[in-house]
């Protein structure tokens, strides 16, 4: 497992922006997927986003398309998210998230190591 910290969540009013971003120990087994999730209250954990560090591949959901970007820093061991025309649908608790495995990367059950999270709150 990698220790993970997010940071760089707040308040924001509707149409606005933040960038997360979330650094990770050194991992002594190739990461497959980085991984953003979110949660609001009662609701389940959903994926946000995920980036391939081996390819630079990136993934989104859709509502977050044209809005949101991944990206990450390998040297920096750090993993971002690019949040614009931000929605108060967009508020909940963001993780990020590595996996070590294969598996899809929209799923919880495929990460094994999760960050301690970082609110945002998106206000009309």
């Known amino acids: 497992q990698v220790q993970l910290v997010e940071s760089g969540g707040g308040s924001v009013q509707a149409g606005g922006s933040l960038r997360l971003s979330c650094t990770h120990s050194?991992?002594?087994?190739?990461?497959?997927?980085m991984g953003w999730f979110r949660q609001t209250p009662g609701q389940e954990r959903e994926g946000v986003g995920a980036?391939?560090?081996?390819?630079?591949?990136?993934f989104r959901k859709d509502s977050v398309k044209g809005r949101f970007s991944i990206s990450r820093d390998n040297a920096k061991r750090t993993l971002y998210l690019q949040m614009n025309s931000l929605k108060e649908e967009d508020t909940g608790m963001y993780y990020c998230?590595?996996?070590?495995?294969?598996?899809?990367?929209?799923?919880?059950?495929?990460?094994?190591?999760w960050g301690q999270g970082t609110q945002v709150t998106v206000s009309s």
């Open positions: 050194a991992s002594t087994r190739p990461i497959i997927w």
């Open positions: 998230a590595a996996a070590s495995g294969l598996g899809p990367w929209s799923r919880v059950e495929t990460y094994e190591s």
């Open positions: 980036i391939s560090p081996r390819t630079g591949m990136t």
